[in-house]
């Protein structure tokens, strides 16, 4: 009883913020668990923004365990020599032997990150400034090019959250497999996990007319809705997925329930390693949050879930010891801190499952 009384305050709740903020859709939530499912907002699929690194991680850790490279690897074994020349790199570094596989997953590799530059630095694809041209592609190559006019700011083995070792990890999936990063993750991760309402559009559009008709949720980067924006083309195996929320759900299922990595490689993908801020922990492409560092006393004691967080206040997290699953798209950065209370809502309700 006490349950449902606090899932119907959720909903209100989520209709309350629907109603004060008719300038963009309500908040998509899906919570999946043992006797409680809870869905609202609608089940429009979603850009996904960095929640779909956990699926780069997991295609990585996949061609690790088939044996094509070793999480060790340095990068001047797994990638040529145009990859490579002129990133930066600390004094003393060298990108082709320094840097790892592991490195790139854990947000250590030092290289900088072309999406949220160094401060007193800009880029042409940054969070500043990639509204500004909304119909260009950016290839790959073009995205490392725009890493490679940043300083060095860390050494490998130092902890700075970036897309650009995303970039360099779906390089390293298409020389270990000889085919395109998107058809790898098709065909290994979205069809095997029945994630049939789901696709990499950004990714593989290459004019703005490729983005035409595409069913997905609106969202915003500033006061600039990108929705069918060709520059999301940035997010090319750093976040580029747009799924409805059931069929990241599916995903998880698959994931925890061993079905495309091994148990010992799911735990050492989710251990968290660095603290990128207080309550967010990541690991090797995973997020753990730990709600009782956040401010409100209250939230001290709830489960930590495992999964991963995108720019425009999207989640997707799974907490092993309920065998639940939540999603959340909020549609904004803006509204990341909604989107933490939501979730933290969430977490007290599963509690009890």
């Known amino acids: 009883m006490r349950r449902t009384r606090e ?62 490279f070793g999480v060790g690897s340095p990068l001047g074994k797994l990638l040529p020599a145009s990859d490579l020349d002129g990133l930066p790199a600390a004094p003393g570094v060298d990108v082709r032997t320094d840097v790892t596989v592991e490195h790139l997953l854990t947000h250590t590799s030092g290289i900088p990150d072309f999406f949220e530059p160094p401060r007193g630095t800009r880029t042409a694809v940054s969070t500043r400034t990639v509204a500004a041209e909304p119909d260009r592609y950016w290839s790959p190559t073009a995205l490392l090019d725009e890493a490679r006019r940043l300083p060095a700011r860390e050494r490998p083995g130092q902890f700075r959250y970036g897309d650009t070792a995303f970039v360099l990890l779906g390089r390293v999936v298409e020389e270990a497999t000889g085919e395109a990063f998107t058809e790898v993750l098709r065909t290994r991760v979205l069809e095997p996990t029945g994630m049939e309402g789901s696709s990499t559009p950004y990714s593989d559009a290459r004019v703005p007319g490729d983005l035409d008709g595409l069913d997905v949720a609106p969202f915003w980067l500033g006061r600039h809705e990108l929705s069918r924006a060709l520059s999301l083309s940035l997010d090319w195996a750093g976040g580029g997925i747009v799924a409805p929320p059931a069929d990241l759900v599916r995903f998880q299922q698959a994931l925890h329930g061993g079905r ?74 803006r509204r990341m801190n909604q989107s933490f209370m939501t979730h933290a809502r969430i977490a007290r309700l599963l509690v009890d499952v």
Do not use: C
């Open 7 to 68: 899932v119907d305050r959720l909903r209100s709740a989520l209709d309350r913020t629907a109603r004060r903020h008719t300038s963009m859709p309500p908040p998509q939530v899906l919570v999946v668990a043992p006797g409680l499912e809870l869905e609202s907002g609608g089940s429009q699929p979603f850009h996904a923004a960095s929640v779909g690194k956990v699926m780069t991680a997991t295609l990585v850790a996949m061609l690790v365990e088939q044996g094509r």
């Open 260 to 333: 495309l990595v091994s148990p010992e490689t799911l735990r050492w993908m989710a251990a968290p390693r660095h603290r990128r801020r207080r309550g967010i922990h990541y690991g090797a492409g995973m997020v753990t949050v730990r709600f009782g560092e956040f401010t409100p006393p209250f939230l001290r004691g709830l489960p930590e879930p495992v999964g991963g967080l995108g720019h425009f206040a999207t989640h997707l997290f799974y907490y092993p010891r309920q065998d639940a699953h939540v999603v959340l798209n909020f549609h904004a950065y």
